[in-house]
């Protein structure tokens, strides 16, 4: 399979992810396929989900790796597989998306907004077979019961409406 269809694929999970938060959390705003810049990076960077809730914004990273994924904190490439016979190696999505939250609530620092914390957590398709000990890794079924865990731990309140103007505004594509 061609990168161009892989990319699909993953876009179309993204939508599938994103449709279930918002069935599931009513009181919730979803924002898809953020583009900040990241200055660690020093380019932009794509966000796949940011869920945004009265008691909790979530930064979502999603994998499309339907057989498994392998990797641990401190690997510095986590490796799995997905449709096709070759493994895939990835730097380490955990750090990844500790980049991606970075890179957002600096982009808030720039607007003179000052950031909310975020989550962080992983999600993969059902059926992954999650060979890590990376706690915040979930396939589709375990997001919600991960998300509640954290809101019903979670002492912050949040501004949802307003929240997701200032991340939605923050969109270098806009």
Known sequence: MNRKALEKIGTEFERVVAGYLKANFSECKVIHNLEVYSAY???NTQI????IHPKLVCVIELKNWTKYVSGSYDDVNWKGKSRSTNTLYHP???YQNLIHIRALRNAMRRRGVVP???ANLI?????TDLLTECA??????QLC???RTLIDNSQTTIDVD???SVIESLDTRS
């Open 92 to 94: 380490n999505i955990y």
């Open 162 to 164: 307003s929240t997701y």
């Open 48 to 51: 796949d989900i940011i869920f």
């Open 145 to 147: 019961h991960k998300l």
């Open 41 to 43: 990076l020093k380019k």
């Open 116 to 118: 909310v914390p975020c």
């Open 136 to 141: 915040e890794c979930c396939t589709l079924s």
């Open 123 to 127: 999600c993969f398709p059902d059926g």
